[in-house]
């Protein structure tokens, strides 16, 4: 075992640190796996805690929904989502606007409840502004 450790460190002396050329490229090239470890380590730390922000809205059974979108560029701040009640049951599309907001927003904690999570919305007036019908249609 002590012959092996000998014979790499006089490899290891004799190949990689023979130049301060080959001494940087070994760093280089030590340092890419580190980099991309880490750089996936940062990027898959805790991906659930943003999965309500996500810009997402599933729809189910084809049914006519209210759906809540806001795409704030300048702050970068995107919200998507089919309203619900405080139940989580989504927010028949044959209703009125002015019923699906009742449904689905709470007045006074001023949060709108959406499957893709709860979001607080300042003012009626800027909910009802970003309040469409949405339809998912079929295609045999």
């Known amino acids: 075992m002590i012959g092996v450790i000998k014979g790499f460190r006089d490899e290891f002396s004799s190949r990689v640190l ?3 050329k080959r001494i940087s490229k070994f760093i280089g090239i030590a340092l890419i796996p580190i980099l991309y470890g880490v750089t996936c380590l940062i990027a898959f730390w805790n991906p659930t805690i943003n ?3 996500a810009p997402v ?3 189910n059974e084809d049914k006519t929904v209210w759906v809540y979108k806001n795409n ?8 998507i989502g089919v309203l619900t009640d405080h139940n989580y049951k989504s927010v028949d599309g044959s209703i009125s ?3 699906a907001i009742s449904s689905a927003y709470d007045r006074q904690n001023k949060i ?29």
């Open 18 to 20: 023979s130049s301060v």
């Open 51 to 53: 999965l309500g922000k």
């Open 57 to 59: 809205a599933i729809l």
């Open 72 to 79: 704030d560029i300048e702050n970068f701040d995107f919200k």
């Open 97 to 99: 606007k002015e019923k």
């Open 112 to 140: 709108l409840y959406t499957n893709a999570g709860n979001m607080q919305i300042s003012s009626e007036k800027e909910l009802a502004s970003h309040i469409f019908q949405f339809n998912v249609m079929r295609h045999n």
